[in-house]
């Protein structure tokens, strides 16, 4: 039975093979990492590996450009909701 891997992590999996990508999501999966441009000798690369350092990693030209090419959306902000039997505590 040959499984293939979700669309998410296709790319990892084809960059460091299947059980390195699952052992990877396993141990950080749902947190956020900080992965440095330079990994060489990093902490990231000694705890999880210079494979996926370097395939998980990007530099800070990267994000500006990410950002800039997807414009921030204002949220809509609601009013506050009074309570006109309470008085005013401020």
């Known amino acids: 039975m ?6 998410q992590i296709d790319w ?3 960059a460091v093979g299947a059980q390195a990508a ?3 999501i396993e141990s950080a999966g749902g947190r956020r990492l900080w992965v440095p441009a330079k ?3 990093s902490a990231f690369a000694a705890t999880y590996g210079g494979d996926i350092a370097v395939r998980v ?3 800070h030209r990267t994000v500006v450009r990410t950002q800039a090419r ?4 204002e949220c809509p ?5 009074v309570d006109t039997g309470q008085m005013n505590l401020f």
Request: aromatic share 14%; net charge positive.
């Open 39 to 41: 990994w060489v000798g």
């Open 12 to 14: 990892l999996v084809a």
């Open 2 to 7: 040959n499984i293939r891997p979700p669309a």
């Open 22 to 24: 699952l052992s990877f």
């Open 77 to 81: 902000r609601r009013s506050w909701r």
């Open 70 to 73: 997807y414009p921030k959306k």
């Open 57 to 59: 990693g990007v530099d």
